[in-house]
């Protein structure tokens, strides 16, 4: 009887184990899951604000894993603005922590999902959640992040001031 409740035990905590650890295998991203992930932000934001005249994002990857069910999950953090051609600064804007989920098709690749991080006291808790441990850490990391948004601003710099000279 007790071989059968410790054969049982271990069963149940392996499974447990095996669920909880599965982080997916690490993928590289290509130029084309890179380009859907941006159509994909610009679509998304579309909306935010009434009568813009361009939208632009810029983004980092802090990296993608391909779960079982061949679905790849990217994560990221992404600066988004949209301008006026009129107004020297941008009319709306912000900065999030999201997962992108990428389905290939084809030979194409489609967003299946997405998600972005909560904002004020349950950003962290929601990242950790969304993000494996070691682009969490990454993520949450405020130096890492004030650093990247300076790169992203700076890259989006340059798309606003090649649109303006258009």
């Known amino acids: 009887m007790k071989k059968k409740k410790w054969l049982l035990s271990f069963l149940i905590i392996s499974l447990f184990v095996a669920g909880c650890t599965d982080q ?25 604000s009434e ?6 994002e810029a983004h980092k990857i802090y990296g993608a894993r391909k779960k079982d069910n061949g679905i790849i ?17 941008e009319v709306d804007g912000g900065s999030v922590l999201a997962c992108v989920k990428l389905k290939k098709v084809d030979d194409n690749y489609k967003v299946v999902g997405f998600k ?6 349950k950003s962290t808790d929601s990242i950790k959640e969304m993000f ?3 682009y969490a850490e990454q993520a949450t990391d405020i130096n890492n992040q ?6 992203l601003q700076k890259r989006i710099d340059k ?3 090649k649109w303006r000279e258009q």
Do not use: C, H
């Open 24 to 48: 997916g295998e690490p993928v590289k991203v290509t130029k084309s899951m890179n380009r859907v992930v941006s159509d994909y932000i610009l679509t998304y934001n579309k909306d935010l």
């Open 51 to 56: 009568q813009v005249d361009q939208q632009f």
């Open 73 to 89: 999950e990217v994560y990221l953090y992404y600066l988004y603005e949209e301008f006026k051609r009129d107004k020297e600064t």
């Open 116 to 121: 972005e991080a909560e904002d004020g006291s």
């Open 132 to 134: 494996p441990k070691e």
């Open 146 to 151: 004030q650093a990247i948004t300076k790169v």
């Open 159 to 161: 798309q606003v001031a």
